[in-house]
């Protein structure tokens, strides 16, 4: 199967810009996510989406940061006006969710490469 | 307040050695993952455990899930070099639609 695509994989721009990434899940996978990995850190949620709705996006910086899933498959993260802390690798996954017996077991994501932002 | 600890945070360690990293939280998960990921790309899934105790192996590599799923850790038999890698950790809270990553460790393999 396809794994996740994003694009761009690098973007540089200055503090007080804006910029969007966008990204592809792997088809039939509901539930999307979008991370922001800071150089020698994991990666942080930013937020979640179940189809074209959010789930959580407690961690996003909502007065620069926005995101949509309009149609529950591709979605686009935006930042605007970029500080220069967002300067990070933001990464997109999405997660099949699997039914177990009497429970529901949530396993592993699958995360595209990456788009890699520089705020100067 | 970090979830989840991994140790160490780096490990430089010479080809054929043997090796373990820790995961650990006070919080109980009803399902842990691995990931190795190298520079420039997303993380990649090793493995996930989801029952106390349970141990998985994955050729060199055995991944422990600790009895009260509150840690785990990874044993590399004989490291290579193409092992080489940031090893992420993620603990899925019970009754939560997301995980939580660990800040990783470092893992290089000399030649």
Redesign the interface.
């Known amino acids: 199967e396809a794994g996740?695509a994003q694009s761009p994989r690098y973007k540089i721009i200055e503090k007080r810009q804006s910029v969007a990434f966008w990204c592809n899940p792997i088809s039939g996978h509901a539930?999307l996510?979008w991370?922001q990995q800071i150089l020698?850190?994991?990666?942080?949620?930013l937020i979640?989406f179940?189809n074209n709705g959010v789930?959580?996006d407690s961690q996003l910086p909502k007065d620069r940061f926005s995101a949509e899933r309009l149609k529950g498959v591709d979605s686009t993260l935006k930042i605007q006006p970029a500080k220069l802390e967002d300067s990070a690798v933001y990464?997109c996954?999405s997660r099949s969710?699997r039914s177990g017996t009497g429970?529901t077991?949530?396993?592993?994501?699958?995360?595209?490469?990456?788009t890699?932002l520089t705020v100067v | 307040t970090q979830l989840?600890e991994?140790s160490p945070q780096f490990l430089s360690i010479q080809e054929g050695e043997n090796l373990t990293v820790y995961c650990n939280s006070s919080s109980v998960f009803?399902?842990l993952?691995w990931?190795r990921q190298e520079p420039?790309?997303?993380?990649?899934?090793l493995v996930?455990v989801?029952t106390g105790g349970e141990v998985k192996k994955l050729k060199r590599l055995t991944f422990q899930f600790g009895d009260a799923r509150k840690d785990s850790s990874l044993h590399i038999t004989a490291a290579q070099p193409g092992d080489t890698g940031l090893y992420?950790c993620?603990g899925?809270v019970i009754n939560a639609?997301?995980?939580?990553?660990?800040?990783?460790t470092t893992l290089t393999v000399k030649p």
Do not use: I
């Open positions: 996740v539930t996510y991370y020698g850190q994991g990666p942080k949620l979640q179940q789930v959580d990464l996954a969710l429970s077991r949530t396993y592993g994501y699958t995360f595209g490469s990456g890699r | 989840l991994q009803s399902s993952q990931y420039g790309e997303g993380p990649v899934l996930t989801v992420l993620a899925a639609g997301k995980s939580t990553f660990g800040d990783g």
